[in-house]
């Protein structure tokens, strides 16, 4: 019942709303650094990006610390709809000049001129002294999006499926909201979007436990388990493969675009509910600055 209430929220969130999102990239994953003011490109193309974020987190959990990182993007675009991209992640304060690299490839379709789609396979390559954060718990994802656009706002269902040295499987509804500003700032080529967007995430959690099995030595020595546990427990205590809601949030980006460019601020307000497992987890506002640049051939 409680799947059904936010599902319902989702809806009436669209109702209410009125005007058209469009998207700059191919995909815009839970885990992967993208500009939220995304255009579908149907075209030969070549997009970079440069990202901040204030802390990691996957697919609504966080680490016992924060970890602010830098990433670079850089995606093509085949005119077939085929696309590959790569991801190279920085975490700060740790010894590797890149602790994560991100390699894969896709396919853009579409059903209508509404209704686009598109499927992706990612994998997740992190250096031998990279900084432990949650999301080393799993090396491939196979993610399958689907969005509508219902001219008033734009909702997506997404499902992802992780596997490596833990298995787990999502699904994430999305609703944004595109408001576009009538006025120039600059020059008569520029102009601010802002795009709010609310998202739920279900899923399972393996991730979370056996991320806590292989790092008990450093989270105990942290202070990362959940108030009351006087032992370590072990990760097969929890019910970790129940399919449950893991993660609510609300997000706000601005954005200033130019035909080319788009440089984008967001914050985000994240709820975990439902946490299995020893990790302490924590309502969390999530900081990022994403410059995007998008060449056409």
């Known amino acids: 019942m409680k799947y059904l209430f936010a599902i319902l929220f989702l809806i009436i969130c669209n109702t209410v709303n009125a005007a058209a999102l469009s998207l700059r990239l191919p995909f815009d994953t839970v885990h992967h650094a993208s500009a939220d003011t995304d255009t579908v490109v149907r075209k030969q193309s070549l997009s970079l990006l440069v990202n901040y974020g204030s802390d990691i987190q996957f697919f609504g959990r966080t680490g016992p610390v924060k970890y602010p990182y830098a990433s670079g993007d850089a995606i093509y675009n085949f ?11 920085q975490v700060f304060g740790y010894t590797p000049v890149v602790d ?17 789609g598109t499927i992706s396979y990612t994998r997740f390559i992190f250096a031998d002294d990279a900084a432990d954060v949650i999301k080393s718990a799993s090396s491939n994802d196979i993610n399958f999006k689907n969005a509508y656009d219902w001219k008033f706002a734009k909702s997506s269902v997404t499902f992802d499926y992780l596997f490596g040295d833990a298995n787990d499987y999502f699904i994430t509804l999305n609703t944004t909201k595109h408001f576009e500003a009538n006025w120039s700032i600059f020059n008569d ?92 987890n924590r309502h969390e506002i999530f900081f990022n600055l994403t410059f995007y640049y998008l060449f056409f051939k």
């Open 100 to 116: 994560e690299v991100d390699l894969g490839a896709g396919y853009l379709y579409k059903y209508s001129k509404s209704f686009t």
């Open 79 to 89: 005119k077939s709809g085929v696309f590959v991209y790569g991801s190279a992640v």
């Open 189 to 280: 080529n520029d102009y601010v979007t802002i795009d709010p967007a609310i998202s739920v995430i279900f899923g399972t959690q393996n991730f979370v436990g056996r991320y806590s099995s292989e790092h008990l030595d450093g989270l105990d020595r942290d202070n990362s388990y959940i108030p009351g546990l006087d032992v370590p427990p072990s990760f097969l205590d929890y019910d970790n493969g129940r399919f449950n809601a893991l993660n609510y949030s609300i997000k706000l980006p601005i954005a200033y675009n130019m035909p080319h460019y788009t440089f984008e601020a967001s914050w985000k307000y994240s709820i975990p509910v439902n946490v299995e497992g020893a990790l302490k």
